[in-house]
């Protein structure tokens, strides 16, 4: 009897616990259902990963957003780039403002430059109107001499110690291209800044533009300013 009364309980054991455990069919719908649910869930994963950078991608700020300058000479919009060099290479986009920058600038001092050597000359018989009678003519002939030479030494020297050091931390987030921190005279507004920062573009456009038809009219006809 007492054999009879272990077996009886052990099945009784086996067979709660045996309730409480999957049957085979139904581990095969559970393992059929999983397998399809997997199967559907990874293109909807893929989907979203797809679907994430061209979501972040729409909402990120175009160049023109980010930057100023993209107005023209009425205060209007005006996003010029029809290369579509900001949008081909997006990582180069803050040295191309920094050239820019740089260029306008040297730009407008190019187009003071011209004018005022028609009218005035620095101390030295090299630099005379006897010696340069035209501006155009000054780069060749202090070539001959050197002054050309120290100028591009001095020019050097200012890239190798300001522009170098400036540029790599433009690419460290430490600066904004074309920021020398000399803001003596900007305006301390905001907006005073925006709008004298737009001004200074359009006119480095403009000098760019003109240094080249100054140097090109002066070629052509030999005359000073106003280069008619």
């Known amino acids: 009897m007492k054999t009879i009364a272990v077996l009886s309980v052990l099945s009784l054991t086996v067979g709660g616990t045996t309730a409480f455990a999957p049957s085979n069919s139904f581990q095969n ?15 909807v994963a893929e989907a979203e990963a797809e679907a994430a950078p061209a979501a972040a991608v729409a909402v990120a700020p175009s160049v023109f957003e980010a930057y100023a300058g993209n107005v023209d000479f009425r205060g209007k919009e005006f996003n010029f780039d029809p290369l579509k060099l900001s ?6 986009q803050m040295w191309f403002r920094e050239c ?23 101390p030295g018989e090299i630099y005379s109107f ?13 070539l001959k001499t050197g002054p050309m030479y120290q100028l591009a030494l001095f020019i050097g020297l200012f890239d190798l110690l300001v522009t170098a050091p400036a540029v790599q931390a433009m690419g460290e987030g430490e600066r904004e291209p074309g920021d020398f921190a000399w803001l003596w005279f900007a305006p301390k507004s905001e907006g005073g800044l ?3 920062r737009n001004a ?16 090109t009219q002066s070629i052509i006809n030999g005359h000073g300013f106003p280069y008619l």
């Open 100 to 122: 820019e920058l740089r260029h306008g600038r040297t730009a407008m001092l190019a187009v003071l430059g011209f004018i005022a050597t028609d009218y005035f000359r620095i």
């Open 130 to 142: 006897d010696a340069i009678p035209r501006t155009i003519e000054a780069h060749d002939l202090l």
């Open 29 to 43: 719908v559970a393992s059929s259902t999983f397998l399809r649910m997997s199967d559907e869930a990874i293109p």
């Open 87 to 92: 949008e081909s290479y997006p990582p180069f």
């Open 194 to 196: 925006e709008k004298k």
């Open 200 to 215: 200074e573009l359009l006119n480095g456009r403009l000098a760019m533009i003109a240094v080249g038809g100054i140097a």
